[in-house]
């Protein structure tokens, strides 16, 4: 019988080998690039939900292009910001690996830099998803690699980085540079684990993924990239590049964000838009249709029928959520009316002896992460409610 000894396979012009062979046990290391299931970490990296709505302009921030991706930006002085869920073409490179949506940050003009400016974008992770994740986030030989597809309208360096949440908090910090205006370039980082890094084993903020896009002299200074250091909020990133915020009405895109265990960037995991929802709804959860910024007057609510159950004709209901909550959210209710009653925290109902009507209610979840009940001195009568909500449990 033939056999074949070796060390490693390496293809040609590669700087890492493909196969790495043990020659004790022959047990093999190999970098797979093939789709395996359940490793992308993070949520919606495609960005394909998007329930707050797809476009937002506003002269600070937060916002959210896409479900689990905030924006936060202030002191810009640009006008407005506006933040946006968008559609990919053939023509854009990230579409033939099958992405269709893509987050644009977009200035409304030229901005100027001061030192308390900044501009971001973010992603935040439970402590116990890192945890159990694989990644021994405490080993300086485990790997977790950062994966996404960006392009800009300016050439410049920007600035990426882990934070860990808990106990002494560490922060690494890279690099990624736009080298072609509105040129989609595949970005990959490869991180590893730090004895330094504690990350709770809970349902609380453990690590977060930023992106700086801009962040003015009150948070830059020296820093060592590529390397776990403790975090100062004086120096989270090296001083950045203006260009970007002061060309005029720039724009800088993003897509297929993938974070996971191991060493090599693999094919991004695509999950079903079924999936990816009901990952979100952990975290925000709506009863308005998909992309529709939650307002009042529209016409698909809630109805529920209910009785007075006091002397002072308060009315009770209870409604369900479709996803169990990271932790007991914000809730807003909204009316199915405008103008006089167009505030929160109103329900429109109709009894049998006014019929419609609106009035306020009080919200009460109860430290539940499953329900919320609200209730008000509405109408002494049978009751048939109408509403909408949203609910909110992010990190």
């Not at 190999?30 to 302009?57: E, K, Y």
Request: proline residues 2%; charged residues 15%.
């Amino acid at each position: 019988m033939s056999e074949i000894k070796v060390n490693s396979i390496k293809g040609v012009g590669a700087s890492a080998a493909a196969i790495t062979v043990n020659n004790t046990d022959g047990t093999c290391t190999a970098n797979i690039t093939n789709n395996l299931s359940n490793r992308r970490i993070n949520i919606n990296g495609a960005l394909n939900v998007a329930q707050r709505g797809t476009s937002f302009t506003g002269t600070s921030g937060p916002a959210f292009f896409a479900d689990r991706y905030k924006c936060g930006f202030n002191t810009i002085s640009a006008g407005t910001c506006t933040t946006s869920q968008q559609s990919l073409t053939s023509s854009d490179a990230p579409y033939a690996l099958g992405f269709r949506k893509y987050g644009r940050l977009a200035l409304g003009q030229a901005g100027t830099a001061a030192g308390g400016s900044f501009i971001e974008v973010m992603h935040k992770f439970e402590g116990q998803d890192i945890n159990g994740s694989g990644w021994d986030h405490t080993s300086s030989s485990s790997n977790f690699t950062v994966s996404f597809w960006f392009r800009c309208s300016t050439n410049q360096t920007f600035y990426a980085n882990l934070r860990s949440r808990d106990g002494t908090s560490y922060v690494y910090t890279f690099s990624f540079t736009a080298s072609g205006n509105n040129t989609w370039t595949k970005i990959t980082k490869t991180i590893q684990g730090n004895s330094n890094v504690q990350i709770d084993n809970d349902n609380g903020a453990g690590l977060d993924f930023r992106i700086w896009v801009f962040l003015g002299t009150d948070g830059t200074g020296s820093v060592s990239l590529d390397q776990w250091r403790t975090y100062a909020s004086a120096t989270r990133v090296p001083d950045m590049a203006t260009t970007w915020l002061t060309a005029g009405a720039s724009t800088i895109d993003f897509t297929g964000f993938q974070l996971e265990v191991g060493s090599v960037a693999t094919d991004f995991e695509h999950r079903s838009y079924t999936d990816e929802i009901r990952l979100c709804e952990r975290y925000f959860q709506t009863s308005f249709e998909q992309g529709q910024a939650p307002t009042h007057g529209l016409s698909k609510c809630i109805y529920k029928l209910g009785r007075p159950y006091s002397s002072q004709n308060v009315a009770g209901m209870h409604h369900t959520l479709r996803t169990e909550m990271r932790a007991t959210p914000t809730t807003t209710i909204f009316t199915s009316t405008n103008g006089s009653n167009s505030t929160t925290n109103r329900v429109s109902y109709f009894s049998l002896s006014a019929g419609w009507s609106s009035g306020a209610i009080s919200i009460h979840n109860s430290s539940s992460t499953k329900q919320f009940a609200f209730d008000g001195t509405l109408s002494a009568d049978l009751v048939l409610y109408q509403f909408n909500f949203k609910a909110e449990s992010e990190l």
